[in-house]
């Protein structure tokens, strides 16, 4: 029986928490943690400041090729680049020729992801990843939007020609440099929210297993 200067010990319930159930709820602490205001601000300035630039680049050349180019090509540097104007229905190197509507709602798809993965920016590589790809895709879906033969079936203004491959556009350029940039931003473990994949894993196995309640074993 205790005495008076004693409290007994609180029952315990349930099993105790685990290395793995400490680190699935640390990183969905992570996942749902706010970046600070003034950060968030910062990178969303970078994200939509790189869309805008990429967008106005793209079609501001896409028009000056419409007037100042044809269907004959003009080197720049010899076979390796050139210019030419094509009137891409299509994907990249004229894949798809045939499902430009396809193409429209997959393009209005990328839109709507990178816009809603924006919310959850912190980390700055992943906000010029995503302002590039956004204008890039913004960039390309304009023109399948409204230019000839008709909305969601325009056909896409390409003029840069590399080699004997494929011609594209500077909307093209920014998806490419997008993707590597994600792909090297995932390599390094930095997830969107700027969190990293390594700090799960530490914090894992630097969190100790909870020794269950009772006597020590007299073995």
């Known amino acids: ?38 950060r968030r601000r910062r990178l969303l300035t970078i994200l939509v400041g790189l869309t805008a630039v990429v967008l106005v680049l793209d079609q501001a050349t896409k028009a000056w090729a419409l007037t100042s180019l044809d269907g004959a090509r003009r080197e720049v540097l010899g076979d390796w680049l050139g210019l030419q104007l094509v009137f891409n229905p299509g994907a990249a190197l004229s894949i798809a020729t045939g499902m430009t509507w396809v193409l429209t709602l997959v393009a209005i798809g990328v839109v709507v992801v990178v816009a809603r993965a ?51 556009n500077v909307a093209d350029i920014a998806i490419v440099v997008a993707a590597g940039l994600i792909v090297l931003t995932v390599l390094r473990g930095v997830r969107i929210d700027g969190t990293r994949e390594t700090e799960d894993s530490g914090d894992a196995a630097a969190t100790p297993a909870a020794a269950p309640r009772g006597g020590a074993s007299d073995a």
Do not use: Q
């Not at 699935?24 to 600070?36: F, N």
């Not at 590039?132 to 325009?154: K, T």
């Open 1 to 38: 029986m205790p005495t008076p200067d004693e409290s007994p010990l609180p029952a315990t319930t349930g099993s105790p928490e685990s290395p793995e159930d400490a680190a699935v709820k640390h990183r969905d602490a992570a996942a749902g943690s706010d970046v600070p205001a003034t």
């Open 118 to 168: 924006a919310r959850r920016i912190g980390s700055t590589m992943w906000a010029v990843a995503l302002g590039l790809l956004l204008g890039g895709a913004l960039g390309n879906l304009v023109d399948r939007l409204f230019r000839s033969p008709g909305v969601a079936r325009g056909h896409v203004i390409d003029f840069i020609a590399y080699a004997d491959w494929f011609v594209g």
